[in-house]
């Protein structure tokens, strides 16, 4: 499986137009889009309006790609990217398979500023402080747990 991935993006529409120009001509299986996908426009009331208004354009543009897209959101993306097309799919909390691959995604970050998709700070806390992480170790028994969910 050939999957392309990037984060960070903050809106560099350039960018999205070189991947997604990029993913047909290396037969690109999957475009991961792993947060931060949105910037701030100037122009819009709120930062949150210019931002919807991103996530329209962005959508059209990812739903015409002919590659199947999958993203979590990052913790300066103020809204979510609402898509009902199956072509581009949200990773947040659930495992999607691909083939005989499983992608499983965690949009929520460490936190900073109290952003839509940040993690406030008490469930941020380790297991053994009586919070509840999303385990990093592919062996840990939370993601064994996963209907399909193969270590390695």
Do not use: I
Request: aromatic fraction near 8%; include cysteine; charged fraction near 25%.
């Amino acid at each position: 499986m050939r999957v392309l991935a990037s984060a960070d993006l903050h809106g560099q529409q350039s960018v999205y137009e070189w991947l997604l120009r990029t993913a047909p001509e290396h037969r690109v299986d999957v475009v991961v889009l792993a947060g931060d996908l949105f910037g701030c426009l100037d122009g819009f009331d709120t930062p949150e309006a210019a931002q919807e208004h991103e996530a329209h354009v962005l959508l059209q543009r990812l739903s015409r790609a002919g590659v199947q897209v999958f993203h979590v959101m990052g913790n300066d993306d103020l809204v979510e990217l609402n898509s009902t097309v199956p072509s581009v799919q949200s990773l947040h909390g659930r495992r999607v398979e691909l083939g005989r691959y499983s992608f499983v995604g965690y949009q929520y970050s460490l936190p900073f500023m109290g952003g839509t998709f940040e993690k406030p700070e008490e469930s941020g806390r380790g297991p053994e402080e009586g919070g509840r992480d999303a385990p990093h170790d592919p062996g840990d028994a939370a993601w064994r747990s996963l209907p399909g969910f193969r270590a390695g």
